[in-house]
């Protein structure tokens, strides 16, 4: 799929990514999660499932 970022040439492909956040009690990092991600520009899709969960 093509990237949806204007004037990027790139293509979308299935990555495993890692996404970091931090609480009030510390850092998060959950690891492994299925993503879309722009070989070239970097841009990320989830989808509606990933997010809601």
């Not at 999660?33 to 970097?42: L, M, N, Y």
């Amino acid at each position: 799929m093509n990237c949806s970022i204007q004037n990027c040439p790139g293509q979308y492909g299935h990555k495993q990514i890692p996404y970091v956040t931090t609480t009030i009690k510390g850092l998060v990092v959950v690891k492994d999660i299925p993503a879309e991600v722009c070989d070239f520009c970097g841009d990320t899709l989830l989808s509606k499932e990933v997010v809601e969960h």
